[in-house]
């Protein structure tokens, strides 16, 4: 069973930065898009991110100019670097990783941005 792994998430404090990481405990074949999504208490998960098998990529309107997504299909590794951060960013952030017939997720990462 594929898991995906997460790492990077943490306390920082207003226009700091940090950088996310997600790798898979398995190989997985014909990856489609990997991505960021965040959830907040009350909210539905939003997309932050997303970077296609081409390398297209696009973000939500709030993190544009401040987050880049990268990463690398071969290796089933997918990052997102995010500079100025701000309050409103705090959330538990999870990773997607999309295969032609099946879509894998993990288990969530907190970050927490004092002001």
């Known amino acids: 069973q594929v898991q995906l792994v997460e790492s990077g998430g943490g306390l920082v404090q207003s226009g700091g930065s940090l950088r996310l990481s997600c790798t898979a405990s398995k190989k997985i074949f014909n990856i489609v898009n990997m991505g960021w999504y965040r959830r907040t208490p009350g909210n539905q998960r939003e997309l932050v991110g997303m970077i296609m098998s081409g390398g297209g990529t696009k973000y939500a309107d709030s993190v544009k100019g401040r987050f880049t997504i990268s990463g690398d299909n071969a290796k089933n590794t997918v990052y997102l670097q995010m500079n100025n951060l701000k309050p409103e960013d705090t959330a538990v952030y999870s990773c997607?990783?999309?295969?032609?017939?099946?879509?894998?997720w993990g288990q969530g990462t907190q970050v927490t941005v004092s002001s």
């Open positions: 997607n990783m999309n295969a032609r017939t099946f879509g894998y």
